[in-house]
Structures are given as C-alpha cells and as structure tokens.
C-alpha cells in the first residue's frame, strides 16, 4: 500500500490518480499510523514551504515523515522535494527537514525568464521532458541525479539518498514521461 500524506498542501488527487493508472492501491492520509504501516510514501507538495512546515507540525507529521524518507521507499513531488533540504529561502527564510543537504533559492526576475517557472523542462541526463511550476529550486548537492535549467540557474531537478526520491517536477501531471517516472521508482522499490 502506497500512503500518499495529506498535510494540507498537496496535489492529492492526481498523484492518486497517476499511482491508480498503474494498477496501485493508494491511501490519501494524515495519521501518522497508517503512514509508519505502508509500504511505500508519496510525499506531493503544491503551496509555500511555511505553511506546508507548520501543518506537518499542527498535525504531528513531522517525525513520521522524516522517518519514511530515510527508512522507507519514499518519494517526494515539487514542494515535497523542496521541504528535504535543509532550508529556503521562501517566506523570509525557513528551516526545512534537513535530510538533502543544501538550501532552496528563488529563481532571480528577468524579462527573459519569468518566475514563476511553468512549462516542459528537460531533465539530464534523462533527456525527458517534464512539467515543473515553480519559483524556487533546490541547489545541486551530492544525492542530485537529475538537472535542469531555467535561465541561467542549474538545478536540482530530481534528488536520491537511500531508498528516498524526490522531483522537483510533477510526473503525474507529466503525461507519458511522468508514468513512466512513477512506474520506474515501483520497479526501484
């Protein structure tokens, strides 16, 4: 069983969709119980990194969120990803979980590159085109495995440490490309 957490800042029901069209059984919760009993964990994210910290503490999801991402096949969506590092810059500066080293930055303003970043971006060295909305990115660290740029900004685009993975883009809003993504981390877990 796949938990996919609700902590009130997610893209909960096409990440649910994506995983079902692959013949998966999906739980959409909140209660860190039923998180520490699945197999594996969706950690979607859609929103600012404030607000997503304070609701995975209101709701008593912090600990059990970073426990999957170090024990548990665990994959993490835009903010989702972002929320793995240790910090950003969003809201004024945030302290995040901290299990990717690194920092999130925003995107700098320019005629030529608007923020935020909405559309198809290639991710190397994959060489697929994926959906990404996003003003802020995550800096390249070690545990980096995918890049991508916007302007003159190289990012993390997709990150790996452990049995946990995490997009900087949304695969199940990525058509083709996108299942194929989900289906490869099933195949990994």
């Given at each position: 069983?796949?938990?996919?957490?609700?902590?009130?800042?997610?893209?909960?029901?096409?990440?649910?969709?994506?995983?079902?069209?692959?013949?998966?059984?999906?739980?959409?919760?909140?209660?860190?119980?039923?998180?520490?009993?699945?197999?594996?964990?969706?950690?979607?994210?859609?929103?600012?990194?404030?607000?997503?910290?304070?609701?995975?503490?209101?709701?008593?999801?912090?600990?059990?969120?970073?426990?999957?991402?170090?024990?548990?096949?665990?994959?993490?969506?835009?903010?989702?990803?972002?929320?793995?590092?240790?910090?950003?810059?969003?809201?004024?500066?945030?302290?995040?979980?901290?299990?990717?080293?690194?920092?999130?930055?925003?995107?700098?303003?320019?005629?030529?590159?608007?923020?935020?970043?909405?559309?198809?971006?290639?991710?190397?060295?994959?060489?697929?085109?994926?959906?990404?909305?996003?003003?802020?990115?995550?800096?390249?660290?070690?545990?980096?495995?995918?890049?991508?740029?916007?302007?003159?900004?190289?990012?993390?685009?997709?990150?790996?440490?452990?049995?946990?993975?995490?997009?900087?883009?949304?695969?199940?809003?990525?058509?083709?490309?996108?299942?194929?993504?989900?289906?490869?981390?099933?195949?990994i877990c």
């Open positions: 069983m796949i938990a996919i957490v609700d902590y009130k800042a997610g893209n909960l029901t096409s990440v649910k969709y994506a995983f079902e069209a692959l013949g998966e059984e999906t739980l959409v919760t909140g209660n860190p119980e039923e998180i520490a009993q699945a197999s594996k964990v969706v950690f979607p994210g859609v929103g600012a990194a404030k607000s997503a910290m304070e609701n995975l503490r209101n709701l008593d999801l912090l600990e059990i969120v970073k426990s999957a991402a170090l024990e548990k096949p665990f994959l993490g969506i835009c903010l989702g990803m972002q929320i793995l590092f240790e910090a950003t810059e969003e809201d004024g500066g945030v302290e995040t979980l901290g299990i990717i080293p690194g920092r999130v930055r925003r995107f700098p303003d320019s005629k030529e590159h608007k923020v935020p970043s909405i559309g198809w971006n290639r991710v190397e060295p994959m060489g697929e085109y994926f959906y990404f909305v996003h003003s802020y990115w995550g800096e390249i660290t070690p545990y980096t495995i995918g890049r991508s740029t916007h302007g003159d900004v190289e990012f993390t685009s997709c990150v790996k440490r452990g049995k946990m993975l995490a997009c900087q883009f949304h695969p199940e809003k990525s058509g083709r490309a996108g299942l194929e993504f989900l289906k490869s981390w099933l195949e």
